[in-house]
């Protein structure tokens, strides 16, 4: 066993694992979780796992009985009512709630349990819904309901004392500060007219799903019962105070006990439970609130008869009758069964202990690292009140450089993801404690809004700080080799060490640097253009010539055709990986483009020309903007969807440029800024570059398909021009190049993702996380990692404007910052 292990085993073993059931951890993983393979599955918060025999004893159990719609009168139906009623005394007893003072509503997850309050409540002009700031907005949303009521709504912040670090669960330690309240009336309007009973809800979340912080249940009898102490503040408040929690994250591994915390309504979801069924949730709710809230909609299933012309109805007496509209999902409640009977065999006591040994764990050790200057690598939040074992199996965080500047969220996902562990970023629909937490005010908020949010953008940080957070957590079959592997990568990857080599320095400088230069300055070095390719559709193979003609956007026809699915998608390798059997090349002379597939008879022959006289309007958005395309004859299309294998259409954008609008009016409808190429207009790639990467690949412990090193080529960047000559990484300085009479700029380094992992080798499309696991160790700039750089072609300065023609061969001459 290794000394980690036995370290964390010396402080947690009493709490880790399930001694007492039939299968150990390492079992449960090892039979039960094959799936996972080796991925390091972090996000029980987002959703848990079903287990293998879980499944299997749900179709055992579905291939083996009769269930009918419970609304029928046979045996069949019976059946599945007592089935449905035995799911119900399960849920009950998961919450040690009695039958007699609780009932279970099934609905189709939380979110439509919390729904369900909001829409049936009692609001009156003279409620107040309460709530936390920590709060999914799930529950958010039922203010919705309260306020267009006329009542009004106020976030609150709990505080607790600690004594010594151990929390004393009575009520004169919990103080309540509120925010300002909201209200959509007029103040003072119809306030006093009505004298009916007044009620107030009040709604927390039994464990945070932002920071795994968890919340006192003491506050619903305080609440409840000594709301007068707390409410001083509230002269106008009057009436009874109702208690919800969310318990959707916290009944995973700490359900709230029902016996001793008599809230009024409690809403959960299956999945967050046991991974299976989805779609599945309900409310927990007290009798005796249930008859006070109010229904509109009757329906099949809660009514006991209704006549179709007239305005009569008689509703079902019980409370399930009453609420729970249409057809249950009984399969899905049938299936529940067998969820908690896996959990039943491991308890949930024994549940909570393992994952809290777990996070505790990982929190423990995320404060303790620290850079060579000894400054903290790891921000945790949620934490800085209550000790560690009073958290959740949640942690939430963000990760320093030794400046003390941040790192961005998304580049922890991004490499979290290379190294194969699935975790969570953002605010995590949580908007109160995401702002809370990181000290977010309403206008960064808002600022942050507004700056919008496309693929790969920077906006993690905002004026210097984490708009949102990283976040693990812990399920049932989570293990001790889980958390070490994701400590080993926030260590391997974020952590700067006195012996860190020179190279990897750069990705702790806050400002973007370009990675260090292996040997460059020397002013002899000459630069030659080795190749040139063209991409004409977007996506699919290109082809490389000796000579080619420049147009002010870019080599002609390169990502000029892109295909897009009925949906108007944009389809790229990355989602549909077989565009790159198809080949394509251009002849200028016939005015043809050769289109190619494995999947396809006839070779597609589309005339470079002829489109104008046949085109069919279309639109296609790239990031957030639109242009207006060409779209061609059903028979292209049909090729192309035989060819990907999925039904898509071929557009064209149009490049009135390249045509003239001799024609007039057929290009005046258009407008087209650009090609389809993604952030410039070339990709410049030097061969020595890629041979730098080769080596390093060489001595990386990844092999490929035959066991060989992987190597790669430098086509696999997808580049439209690869140079030679000079220092690997040389490109990185350069301001502006000329290669024969035409001048380019660099516009900076090309940010890559995952696509350059895949490769096409054995007729088969692979995928690896080669190269972008090794560039994530020397290459990341900034939360990128760049490989490559882009060039705009300058136009309007290149002298001879008759000579447009890139060639190969040609002498590169290079300005460097
Ligand atoms: C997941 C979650 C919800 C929403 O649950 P759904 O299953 O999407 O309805 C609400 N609150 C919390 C705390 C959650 O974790």
Not at 193 to 198: I, K, L, N, P
Request: hydrophobic share 35%; aromatic share 10%.
């Amino acid at each position: 066993m290794d000394a980690d292990k036995q370290r964390f085993l010396e402080e947690f073993g009493e709490f880790y694992g399930y001694k007492d059931a039939p299968k150990n951890i390492d079992e449960i993983r090892a039979t039960e979780f094959k799936r996972l393979n080796e991925v390091v599955y972090l996000d029980h918060a987002g959703a848990t796992l079903y287990s293998e025999s879980q499944l299997e004893s749900v179709f055992k159990d579905f291939n083996s009985t009769l269930y009918g719609n419970p609304h029928s009168q046979s045996n069949c139906s019976l059946k599945t009512t007592d089935t449905v009623g035995e799911a119900r005394r399960e849920v009950l007893n998961y919450f040690n709630a009695s039958p007699r003072e609780y009932s279970v509503i099934f609905t189709s997850g939380a979110t439509a349990a919390l729904k369900l309050v909001g829409e049936t409540f009692p609001w009156s002009c003279q409620s107040k819904f309460m709530y936390t700031m920590e709060n999914h907005n799930s529950v958010l949303g039922m203010r919705e309901y309260a306020l267009a009521k006329g009542a009004t709504a106020v976030a609150v912040d709990i505080q607790e004392t600690a004594d010594h670090g151990e929390f004393i669960n009575s009520k004169s330690e919990i103080d309540i500060f509120q925010h300002p309240e909201q209200r959509r009336v007029e103040k003072g309007s119809s306030r006093e007219d009505s004298s009916g009973e007044v009620y107030n809800l009040f709604a927390f979340p039994s464990e945070c799903n932002f920071s795994g912080l968890r919340f006192n249940l003491d506050l619903v009898k305080f609440i409840k019962e000594d709301s007068h102490k707390l409410l001083e503040a509230s002269p106008t408040l009057r009436g009874s105070w109702m208690v919800l929690i969310d318990a959707a994250k916290g009944c995973a591994t700490d359900p709230p006990d029902l016996s001793k915390y008599k809230a009024d309504f409690v809403a959960i979801s299956f999945y967050k439970i046991f991974g299976y069924p989805t779609g599945l949730g309900a409310l927990i709710v007290r009798n005796e609130a249930a008859k006070l809230l109010k229904k509109t909609y009757f329906s099949g299933g809660t009514v006991a008869a209704s006549i179709a012309d007239i305005d009569f109805v008689k509703r079902r007496e019980g409370i399930e009758e009453f609420f729970e509209d249409g057809t249950l999902s009984y399969l899905s409640i049938a299936s529940i069964l067998h969820g908690f009977r896996i959990l039943s065999t491991l308890t949930t006591s024994a549940v909570n202990r393992h994952t809290t040994s777990l996070a505790t764990y990982v929190r423990k050790a995320l404060s303790a690292m620290r850079h060579e200057n000894r400054n903290h690598v790891c921000a945790l939040y949620g934490t800085d009140k209550v000790p560690f074992e009073r958290m959740g199996p949640t942690i939430s965080f963000n990760l320093k450089r030794p400046d003390g500047s941040w790192f961005g969220y998304r580049e922890v996902e991004k490499l979290a993801s290379l190294s194969r562990i699935q975790l969570r970023t953002g605010c995590f629909c949580n908007p109160g404690a995401c702002a809370k937490n990181l000290g977010l005010s309403h206008s960064d908020l808002l600022t942050n809004l507004e700056a919008g949010h496309v693929c790969w953008d920077d906006h993690d940080l905002l004026n210097g700080k984490p708009t949102g957070a990283v976040r693990v957590s812990f399920g049932y079959m989570s293990t001790f080799e889980d958390a070490k592997k994701f400590l080993s990568f926030i260590d391997h990857s974020f952590v700067l060490h006195p012996q860190t080599q020179a190279p990897s320095t750069n990705l702790f400088e806050a400002r973007p640097i370009f990675p260090v230069v292996e040997g460059n300055g020397r002013v002899d070095e000459r630069y030659f253009l080795k190749s040139i390719s063209i991409y004409p559709i977007k996506s699919c193979m290109g082809f490389s010539v000796d000579s080619w003609p420049l147009t002010s956007t870019g080599l002609l026809h390169d990502r000029e055709w892109l295909l897009k699915s009925p949906s108007g998608e944009i389809l790229t390798q990355k989602k549909v990986p077989d565009m790159c059997y198809i080949t394509t090349f251009i002849d200028l002379n016939m005015g043809i483009m050769f289109v190619n597939s494995p999947r396809c008879k006839d070779k597609l022959q589309i005339e470079l020309r002829s489109d104008l006289f046949l085109p069919r309007k279309d639109e296609v958005d790239i990031r957030t903007q639109r242009f207006e395309v060409l779209g061609y004859h059903n028979e292209v299309d049909i090729w192309f969807s035989n060819a990907i294998g999925r039904p898509c259409t071929l557009v064209r954008s149009l490049r009135p440029q390249t045509y003239g609008c001799a024609s007039g009016k057929l290009c005046g409808d258009y407008v087209t800024k650009m090609n389809f190429a993604n952030e410039g207009q070339f990709l410049l790639i030097s061969e020595e570059s890629v041979s730098n990467l080769n080596n390093r690949l060489r001595s990386s412990p990844q092999k490929g398909l035959q066991g060989q090193r992987i190597q790669i080529d430098a086509k696999r960047f997808r580049p439209n021009l690869i140079v030679s000559g000079g220092e690997p990484y040389a490109e990185d300085q350069w301001r502006s190049l000329r290669i024969g009479n035409k001048d380019f700029t660099s516009m900076g380094g090309c940010n890559r993702c995952q696509m350059i992992n895949l490769s096409f080798q054995a007729g088969k499309v692979q995928r690896s996380s080669e190269p972008l696991s090794t560039l994530a160790t020397y290459r990341r700039v900034k939360g990128k990692i760049l490989f490559g750089i882009l060039l705009r072609y300058e136009d309007s300065s290149t002298r001879n404007k008759s000579d447009t023609w890139l060639h190969a061969g040609e002498e590169i001459f290079v300005s460097r910052d």
